[in-house]
C-alpha cells in the first residue's frame, strides 16, 4: 500500500477545468433503445472468445435510465466539465439516411441535466462504437467512413451546439488502427498488421471533415483526444533505439504531426496511404483550439526477440513486428499490469511541447486514469482504493511539473467517473471512482472519489 505523500498537492490555476471521462458503449446500455441501431462493438462483443469475461455492454452500467444518478454524482464532486461521447448508431442508426431524433434526444436531455448542474458538457463524437453498418463496409479502411462522419457531425452540432463550450472530434484513432485493425484485440478484430495505416488516414481524415462540419455548425473550441506514451528504448543499441523510435513513430507522431504539422512523419509512409493525401493534410491540419492527450504509462520498446510474442496489458503482439514490446520493471503496477510512472506524464508534455513548439495549441488532460479491483467493504460498505488516489496524486504533481517547465496544460479528465465496461477486458478492470455492482447497478463512491472532491475544492 503506498504511504500518503505528506507534502501537500501544488495549487493549480484558479480557472484550471477538472472533469471526469465516459464514453457512450462503456456505460450507457440500452442497446436498441429509441431507434439506436448496431455498433461494430455490439457485433463484437457476440463473437465467441473475443471479451476476456465473456461478457458484452447490453446494461453496462445503465447509464441511459441512470444518467440524472450518474450527474448528481458528478455534482457532489464538483467537477466543472463532464466528458462522454455521444453513440454514433444511435444518431444514424443505419451510419447514413434519416437522422434519428430520439438518439438526439438523449444528448439533449444529458446536456441540459449537466447545464443545470453547472457541470460543462465535453462531448465526443467518436469514441470506438462505429455503426455495423459501415464497418460490414469496410468501417475505417474506407475514405466514405471519414465522410459520414462529417454528416453526424453536423447533426450533433446542429443539435447541441448552443449549451457545448468544448467539442472532441474522435477519441484515441492510434488505438482504433492498431487494436481494432492491425492486431484484431479490439472491435472489428481485422489482423490487417501495416495494411491497417489506411484506417488511420481515415480517421485523421474524418478529424478534419470533422473540425470543417462543427465549425459551420457554429461550435466552439474544438479538439481531438489523442493517446501518447512517452517511448523508452530497452538498451542504448542501434537495433533497440531503431525499434522504439518506430513505434513512437506509429502510436505519437502518426496521428499527431498531421493534426498539428499538416506532414505525415515519414514520406515511405505516406506513400502507402489511399487517396489524395496531399489535399487531405489541408483538412487534417486545420487550427485546433486544442489538444487533449490521454496517458497511462509510457511503454519500452526494443528490437524484436524472434519467436517470442510478447504482451502489454492483455494484448498479445505478434513476434514477426519489427519492434517488442517489453516489461518495464521498478514500478508498481495497476490490476491491467499497467506500470505507474507519474513522472511519464510531465516527459510526454515536455516532449510534446520541445516536438511541437508553438504548434502545440493550449494542452487538456483528456484522460488519465487506473485499473485497481478494490471493492466494498462487506460490513461499513466502504471502497478504501488507497492506490487510484496515490495514482492521481502522483499524476497531478507531474502535470504541475510540466506546467512549471512551461506546458500549457488548462485541465484534467479523470478516467472514469464510473467502473464500466473496458472493451476486450469486459469488466475485469475497474477505472472509476465510483464502484458499480453489475449485479444491482448500485453506485458506491470510492474513498477517491472523497479524495477528488477534495482535490477540486480546494483549488477553488
Ligand atoms: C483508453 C480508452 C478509454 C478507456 C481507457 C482505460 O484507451 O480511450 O475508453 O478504456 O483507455
Redesign the pocket.
Known sequence: MPAPDPVPLPRFPADFLWGV?T?AF?IEGSPAADGRGPSSWDAFTREPGRIRDGSHADTATDHYRRYREDVALMAGLGVDAYRFSVSWPRVLPDGHGPINARGLDFYDRLVDELCTRGIAPVPTLF??DTPLALEERGGWLERDTAERFAAYASAVAERLADRVPMWITI??PA?VTLLGYGLGEHAPGRQLVFDALPAAHHQLLAHGLGVQALRAAGARRIGV?A?HSPVWAAGDGHADRAAADLYDLLTNRLFADPILTGAYPDEGLAAMLPGPVAEDLRTISAPLDWYGV?Y?NPMLVGAPEPGTPTAFGGIGIPADLPFGIRQIDGYEQTDFGWPVVPDGLRELLVGLRERYGDRLPPLYIT?N?C?YGDAPDPVTGRVADARRIAYHEGHLRALHRAMEQGVDVRGYFI??ILDNF??AEGYR?R?GLVHVDYATLERTPKDSYAWYRDVIESGR
Request: net charge negative.
Open positions: 471521462s464514453s462503456q469514441h470506438w477519441n484515441e488505438e483526444a493517446s490521454n497511462y484522460e486514469g485499473s478516467w472514469s473496458e472493451w478492470q477505472f
